[in-house]
């Protein structure tokens, strides 16, 4: 049995058959309205195996090493979509929200990636203006922010620019010929001879 003087005390747990040890500051302090943390703040009785001493919940062992390292640092870790569909779940039960949250986080910003298809970012084509010649002939900078850029005398001949953004950014003299500009935005942009 637990009492609320043991709170800064090891804590042995059987997760699903495998066995983790810790504190019941990690389980009570980073998500103080989860689930382990009402199990574990002193306001409930937890039954302990007499023999052992191991608190067990039936739930996935494996995930739960991910659910700790969260609860002790904070950082979501990094995995496949299958393995944070399986996180999220647990995450789910023992009521994780800022868990929750930086997994979906992560899986939008991936999601936002797969999306972009361009073939350089934007701090490359801030690498290449400042070369003497520059040239993105053909090349697919579809969804980019080039806003605020210096892009003037730039060959874009035949690229591929949807939805790029170009506000601000200075195309004096750039070359447009047979690109695909559609959806791009050139709100006050430069764009002389």
């Excluded at 199990?39 to 090493?65: L, P």
């Amino acid at each position: 049995m637990m009492r609320h003087s043991d709170l800064s005390s090891l804590i042995r747990l059987n997760i699903g058959g495998k066995k983790f040890c810790t504190t019941i500051d990690t389980l009570t302090c980073r998500e103080p309205d989860s689930m382990l943390a009402a199990m574990f703040s002193g306001r409930h009785t937890v039954c302990q195996d007499a023999e052992k001493g191991y608190v067990f919940v039936d739930r996935d062992g494996k995930q739960f090493r991910h659910i700790l390292n969260w609860l002790r640092d904070g950082v979501v870790p990094t995995l496949t979509d299958s393995d944070y569909s399986e996180l999220i779940r647990e995450a789910e039960y023992y009521q994780l929200l800022g868990l929750i949250e930086g997994i979906n986080s992560i899986l939008n910003k991936r999601k936002d990636d797969e999306d972009s298809c361009a073939e350089l970012t934007r701090t490359d084509i801030i690498k290449c203006i400042q070369s003497e010649r520059v040239r993105f002939r053909g090349i697919d900078l579809s969804g980019l922010d080039l806003s605020k850029l210096d892009l003037s005398f730039v060959d874009f001949s035949f690229a591929c620019l949807k939805n790029v953004f170009f506000s601000r950014a200075n195309l004096h003299c750039a070359k447009f010929r047979d690109v695909d500009a559609e959806g791009s935005i050139f709100h006050n942009a430069t764009l002389r001879e």
